[in-house]
């Protein structure tokens, strides 16, 4: 597998499993934080886990487009 390649799927492995203990951590009894007053646990969860989301989104976007310029410049050169 190519390096390129492994990094993108360590991020996306680290980004899932940031998601899921930060969830999971978020509704113990001994968390710090209670959500006794915040509404429904599904929108506070979602509300602080989203972000994690985005931003792991934002590194996989940036990394599809810097592949596509590498395949851009392939295609093209030989024309050149």
């Known amino acids: 597998m190519r390096k390129e390649a492994r990094t993108t799927l360590l991020i996306l ?3 899932i499993a940031l998601t899921i203990v930060a969830a999971w951590l978020l509704i113990q009894d001994w968390s710090a934080i209670k959500f006794i007053n915040t509404g ?3 929108d506070t969860i979602g509300g602080i886990t989203s ?3 985005y931003l792991i989104g934002s590194i996989l976007v940036y990394k599809a487009l810097q592949a596509q310029i590498i395949a851009n ?3 093209t050169d030989p024309f050149e």
């Open 13 to 15: 492995i680290i980004g």
């Open 51 to 53: 972000p994690i989301f």
């Open 40 to 42: 429904q646990i599904g």
């Open 73 to 75: 410049k392939i295609i």
